[in-house]
């Protein structure tokens, strides 16, 4: 079998990706929200120039694909009318910032993120992929999200800087914020990092400074309801745009907040949950599977029936990932369970990342829990 080819960027909107049903196209909602203009002319979008569906990706940005090459400058064009691109390319390109959702204008996530976006520019280029997450409202939200520099609160309560990898940061003031992550920056490029691309990775191999691990992270888990609105569910991360505008006719629901685990959250707001839309503890959302064949060309089979099949016999708590090949999009990192497609049927990982070892090798696609459990 061929390996896979790993990409060494994300997609965004001035630099699709060239995937087996067309481009993907990537938006970076600020602060991970869209008021219901942007998100009705995204579903014009999706309709118009896609395929009709706008996913919502790990690292709470959406993304339109299904896009013609000949299209792709319509849909930039539409983007931009609707507010949702950064008028340099470059810019948009480094915006990697994954939000609490729970995050108020004026408070310190929000102080954090003005800031944050004004130093963008003065700090040092990384790998594309970097990105950053801003956790620190009252309760974790994001802790799971691909971001290597984080601002998270202790438990305690203190703001902390935390090295993407790192079970503990370091405690700094918000004043200081922005240079202790430019610091932490200087570092991972001064050590190697960048042959590393991203933090966890690069920790693996160079000792982080004991003053960077000076505090515990919070542990907690993830909020399965907000006070400050509605959440629902995305199954796999895909909202038919006939699904969004449904939502969106609801006069009461004016933002929506992207959510890194494929949710989203209504501020104020206790709209009826349109049909395509799942619970926010469907176990739906603790299986992650890519297009698969045949829309990747990548993928050595479908992926999302047999993860629906599956899907309802995942025990609580537990996570189930079905990937087309052995990259791993839908979920770069290990599950409890993971199927990997194969010319020969499914490789089963069990508590491990789709490249890892198999526990068993050429599963039928028939395949049933038991099948897994085995």
Same mark, same amino acid.
């Given at each position: 079998?061929?390996?896979?080819?790993?990409?060494?960027?994300?997609?965004?909107?001035?630099?699709?990706?060239?995937?087996?049903?067309?481009?993907?196209?990537?938006?970076?909602?600020?602060?991970?929200?869209?008021?219901?203009?942007?998100?009705?002319?995204?579903?014009?979008?999706?309709?118009?120039?896609?395929?009709?569906?706008?996913?919502?990706?790990?690292?709470?940005?959406?993304?339109?694909?299904?896009?013609?090459?000949?299209?792709?400058?319509?849909?930039?064009?539409?983007?931009?009318?609707?507010?949702?691109?950064?008028?340099?390319?470059?810019?948009?390109?480094?915006?990697?910032?994954?939000?609490?959702?729970?995050?108020?204008?004026?408070?310190?996530?929000?102080? +954090?993120?003005?800031?944050? =976006?004004? *130093?963008?520019?003065?700090? $040092?280029?990384? %790998? /594309?992929? @970097?990105?950053?997450?801003? #956790?620190?409202?009252?309760?974790?939200?994001?802790?799971?999200?691909?971001?290597?520099?984080?601002?998270?609160?202790?438990?305690?309560?203190?703001?902390?800087?935390?090295?993407?990898?790192?079970?503990?940061?370091?405690?700094?003031?918000?004043?200081?914020?922005?240079?202790?992550?430019?610091?932490?920056?200087?570092?991972?490029?001064?050590?190697?990092?960048?042959?590393?691309?991203?933090?966890?990775?690069?920790?693996?191999?160079?000792?982080?400074?004991?003053?960077?691990?000076?505090?515990?992270?919070?542990?907690?888990?993830?909020?399965?309801?907000?006070?400050?609105?509605?959440?629902?569910?995305?199954?796999?991360?895909?909202?038919?745009?006939?699904?969004?505008?449904?939502?969106?006719?609801?006069?009461?629901?004016?933002?929506?907040?992207? +959510?890194?685990?494929?949710? =989203?959250? *209504?501020?104020?707001?206790? $709209?009826?949950? %349109? /049909?395509? @839309?799942?619970?926010?503890? #469907?176990?739906?959302?603790?299986?992650?599977?890519?297009?698969?064949?045949?829309?990747?060309?990548?993928?050595?089979?479908?992926?999302?029936?047999?993860?629906?099949?599956?899907?309802?016999?995942?025990?609580?708590?537990?996570?189930?990932?079905?990937?087309?090949?052995?990259?791993?999009?839908?979920?770069?990192?290990?599950?409890?369970?993971?199927?990997?497609?194969?010319?020969?049927?499914?490789?089963?990982?069990?508590?491990?990342?789709?490249?890892?070892?198999?526990?068993?090798?050429?599963?039928?696609?028939?395949?049933?829990?038991?099948?897994?459990?085995?």
């Amino acid at each position: 079998m061929s390996a896979p080819e790993v990409k060494g960027w994300c997609p965004g909107a001035y630099r699709p990706m060239a995937s087996g049903d067309g481009l993907v196209v990537r938006v970076r909602p600020w602060m991970g929200e869209i008021d219901a203009a942007q998100g009705r002319a995204l579903c014009d979008l999706a309709e118009q120039f896609g395929s009709g569906v706008i996913e919502l990706t790990s690292r709470a940005n959406l993304q339109l694909r299904g896009i013609a090459e000949a299209d792709h400058g319509a849909v930039v064009e539409g983007l931009q009318q609707a507010g949702l691109l950064d008028a340099d390319p470059a810019q948009e390109g480094r915006r990697n910032l994954v939000m609490t959702p729970e995050w108020q204008a004026g408070d310190l996530s929000h102080r +954090l993120a003005e800031n944050w =976006l004004k *130093v963008l520019p003065q700090l $040092p280029e990384v %790998p /594309s992929k @970097f990105g950053y997450a801003i #956790d620190t409202g009252t309760r974790p939200w994001v802790a799971g999200a691909p971001a290597d520099i984080r601002l998270e609160r202790a438990a305690e309560g203190r703001l902390i800087v935390v090295a993407d990898g790192a079970e503990a940061g370091r405690v700094v003031d918000e004043e200081a914020a922005m240079a202790t992550v430019a610091e932490l920056l200087e570092w991972f490029i001064a050590t190697g990092g960048r042959e590393a691309g991203r933090m966890a990775r690069h920790l693996q191999r160079v000792d982080l400074p004991e003053h960077w691990r000076a505090v515990p992270r919070q542990a907690a888990p993830v909020p399965r309801e907000s006070t400050l609105g509605t959440l629902i569910g995305a199954p796999f991360g895909q909202v038919e745009a006939e699904a969004l505008r449904a939502l969106l006719a609801d006069p009461s629901v004016t933002t929506l907040r992207i +959510l890194p685990d494929r949710r =989203l959250l *209504v501020p104020n707001a206790s $709209p009826k949950r %349109p /049909s395509g @839309f799942c619970a926010p503890d #469907d176990p739906l959302l603790r299986v992650h599977a890519c297009t698969g064949a045949p829309g990747c060309p990548q993928a050595h089979g479908p992926t999302r029936a047999l993860a629906r099949r599956l899907a309802p016999d995942l025990p609580a708590c537990a996570s189930l990932h079905v990937s087309g090949c052995a990259k791993g999009c839908a979920l770069p990192r290990r599950a409890d369970h993971t199927l990997v497609a194969t010319a020969a049927g499914f490789d089963l990982v069990s508590g491990g990342a789709p490249w890892d070892a198999p526990t068993q090798r050429g599963l039928p696609a028939s395949l049933s829990f038991k099948d897994i459990q085995a």
